[in-house]
């Protein structure tokens, strides 16, 4: 039986932007969360994978994703236009690779592009040991430069905090908040200047027997367009200690919130 290894990565940054499938020219949206597809994707830069190659042991691996800091969204409005005065090109490329002009000609654009602001995940990836040795290694010593999801949002640093033999639902439960003192601040002026024990995060992890199905399992990055298939997970709620100094009334947390499964 071939041994098993998860890798713990800490996804945070001032900027995040995950693909959520309803994406068009104009309007790029954002997922609460990381997505399947961009962590893959993300993990192959690190490997130094070209777009077209097949994704081979990576597609297998599995996913578990805690949200920490579930961040605020953030709207980016903007227009475009070539200041030569010419007719803007489309995203469509010919057969050449190069860019062809939108139809009718377009000399402005406007788009929209939101984020996720000062946000924090723990993300648990699981597979095979020797698999995994290599994408642990790659992600320490990436080969591309690594982004959470779009170009314009590098990560902050540790991003790797480490690997162990434990399995997805294990390391998630166990692993400490990753809430940075501003963010622990900015939660208790939230809450009123509560200082529970405990809090309740929102996590998302790959299950066969899962009650969602999401539309994110990469089949490919190629440059023609990528391909996706569907993955079951299931949603859970995890309690993790804050390190706060509760009151002689607190109990658990800031009490039931009917909203956090969806990371609002």
Excluded at 88 to 94: A, C, D, M, T, Y
Excluded at 162 to 168: H, L, S
Aim: some cysteine; overall charge neutral.
């Amino acid at each position: 039986m071939t041994e098993a290894t998860t890798l713990l990565l800490r996804l945070a940054a001032p900027l995040q932007a995950w693909g959520d499938h309803r994406a068009v020219v104009d309007t790029r949206h954002t997922s609460p969360m990381p997505t399947k597809s961009g962590v893959i994707g993300l993990l192959g830069a690190a490997l130094g994978r070209e777009r077209d190659e097949p994704l081979g042991a990576l597609a297998e691996l599995t996913i578990g994703v805690r949200a920490d800091v579930p961040g605020t969204l953030l709207r980016d409005y903007h227009t475009v236009s070539d200041y030569r005065g010419v007719p803007l090109l489309s995203s469509k490329v010919n057969g050449k690779g190069r860019q062809v002009g939108t139809s009718p000609a377009r000399y402005t654009m406007t788009g929209e592009r939101f984020y996720l602001q000062d946000a924090a995940f723990l993300v648990a990836i699981h597979g095979p040991a020797p698999v995994m040795a290599e994408v642990t290694a790659a992600a320490k010593a990436p080969v591309a430069i690594l982004a959470l999801g779009r170009r314009s949002c590098p990560p902050t640093f540790p991003l790797v905090l480490g690997t162990t033999a434990d399995p997805i639902a294990d390391v998630l439960t166990g692993h400490d908040w990753l809430a940075s003192p501003h963010a622990r601040t900015l939660w208790q002026r939230k809450h009123r200047g509560a200082s529970p024990a405990t809090v309740e995060v929102s996590a998302v992890l790959d299950d066969p027997n899962g009650d969602t199905i999401l539309q994110d399992q990469p089949l490919s990055y190629a440059s023609s367009g990528p391909r996706h298939t569907s993955r079951r997970v299931r949603h859970t709620l995890i309690p993790l200690p804050t390190g706060f100094d509760p009151g002689p009334d607190a109990t658990s947390g800031e009490g039931h919130d009917p909203l956090a499964l969806l990371g609002w």
